[in-house]
């Protein structure tokens, strides 16, 4: 670890904390890329994101007062499909090319940029046809880059379950997938001294500057940060999209 590197990764973790302190995501979204982009092997950068994320969200969860693990009795199938095929998707991520992993987390950046900027709904009026296909889907993108959450997070955002119940059930679901992910990582040996030593560099400062983020979203008006945000969202996810089909090329 050179120190020209660690206070990159510092600061790259410093931003993704504040904006899933400030919206509620996001460490997956700018870190993963970030990393792969500053050299780390995608084995090293996935147990590391997910690993740090999965401290901020117990952080966000207990500030919040929203885990409550009944809040998943609804979405059971969800569930199940997406810790089996978290394994699945973790024996993938062993063996895929690493430009392959920077297209799939470009591609889902993008996604996620043009559903928040550009407000795009559809109504889902029974939501449980698509628990089957969705949960592996999730299940897969949670083993291969830690975004297991976003299409259960699609699905769920236009179906007519109500916006407490929503929050509730979405949070508690990102938890489980961070918790399945992080035993994948120790069953398939992906932990070692690197990966813990830049865990210890920014798990605490990620922490403190997420909460700062939840104490700003309260109290400060966010349309501006959002706008901003969306737009270094679709640049990074655009660049992480080219990155990945340059090498493929």
Same mark, same amino acid.
């Given at each position: 670890m050179t120190l020209e590197l660690a206070l990159l990764v510092t600061v790259v973790f410093i931003f993704s904390a504040l904006i899933k302190g400030w919206s509620g995501f996001g460490t997956n979204l700018l870190a993963m890329p970030m990393l792969l982009i500053l050299g780390f092997l995608k084995t090293e950068a &996935?147990? @590391?994101? *997910?690993?740090?994320? *999965?401290f901020l969200n117990i952080a966000i969860l207990i +500030?919040? $007062?929203?885990? $409550?693990?009944?809040? /998943? =009795?609804? *979405?059971? &199938? /969800?569930? &199940?499909?997406?810790?089996?095929?978290?394994?699945?998707?973790? *024996?993938?991520? $062993? =063996?895929?090319n690493a430009d392959i992993i920077k297209i799939i987390l470009g591609f889902f950046i993008i996604l996620t940029v043009l559903n928040k900027g550009l407000k795009l709904k559809f !109504?889902? !009026?029974? $939501? +449980?046809? #698509? #628990? @089957?296909p969705i949960g592996i889907i999730s299940g897969l993108l949670n083993g291969i880059a830690g975004l297991g959450g976003l299409p259960v997070l699609l699905l769920l955002s236009n179906s007519n379950m109500k916006k407490d119940e929503f929050r509730t059930t979405l949070v508690s679901y990102f938890l489980v997938m961070n918790i399945v992910a992080? @035993?994948?990582f120790i069953i398939n040996g992906l932990y070692n001294s690197l990966v813990f030593s830049y @865990?210890?560099?920014?798990?605490v400062v990620s922490l403190a500057v997420c909460m700062f983020g939840v104490y700003l979203s309260r109290r400060v008006d966010d349309k501006w940060f959002q706008r901003v945000m969306l737009l270094i969202l679709f640049a990074l996810g655009a660049y992480t999209m080219y990155t990945g089909i340059a090498g493929l090329v």
């Open positions: &996935v147990p @590391i994101v *997910i690993t740090v994320n *999965i +500030e919040n $007062k929203k885990f $409550k693990l009944s809040s /998943l =009795n609804n *979405i059971m &199938v /969800l569930v &199940v499909l997406g810790v089996v095929f978290t394994f699945v998707g973790q *024996i993938f991520l $062993k =063996n895929s !109504t889902v !009026t029974n $939501k +449980e046809r #698509y #628990y @089957i992080v @035993i994948g @865990i210890g560099l920014v798990v």
